[in-house]
């Protein structure tokens, strides 16, 4: 049974920093594209960040740019978002994600990833 596993949530003030971890299990993702995805109450999932299965394409949402680093370590089938200069509309539910494919034509697009974790919260408080 595949499962992707998010942790490292939590309540933060702004301005501070958190790092989250996407542990997965039951399958191996070395070869495909993974996403990190967030949802806020009342409002639609919007893409955060993503990266190929090399590590060498990373994709950002505009709002993150400059403040998010995605990254991802295959020996572990493990992938990280470090979040840093927090602010309190960063509050939400993050998911993280994987493409069954070898190859995402649309990294910050919901509707390519097959697998979806079960979210973790982070808090930003002003």
């Known amino acids: 049974q595949v499962q992707l596993q998010e942790s490292g949530g939590g309540l933060v003030q702004a301005g501070g920093s958190l790092r989250l971890s996407c542990a997965a299990s039951?399958?191996?993702?070395?070869?495909?594209?993974m996403g990190w995805f967030r949802q806020a109450p009342g409002k639609e999932r919007e893409p955060v960040a993503a990266i190929s299965w090399s590590g060498i394409g990373t994709y950002y949402a505009d709002s993150v740019k400059g403040r998010f680093t995605i990254s991802r370590d295959n020996a572990k089938n493990t992938m990280y978002l470090q979040m840093n200069s927090l602010k309190p509309e960063d509050t939400a539910v993050y998911y993280c994600?994987?493409?069954?494919?070898?190859?995402?034509?649309?990294?910050?697009?919901?509707?390519?990833?097959?697998?979806w974790g079960q979210g973790t919260q982070v808090t930003v408080s002003s």
């Open positions: 994600a994987a493409d069954s494919g070898y190859y995402t034509r649309a990294p910050l697009v919901a509707d390519e990833y097959d697998y």
């Open positions: 039951g399958r191996t993702f070395s070869r495909n594209g």
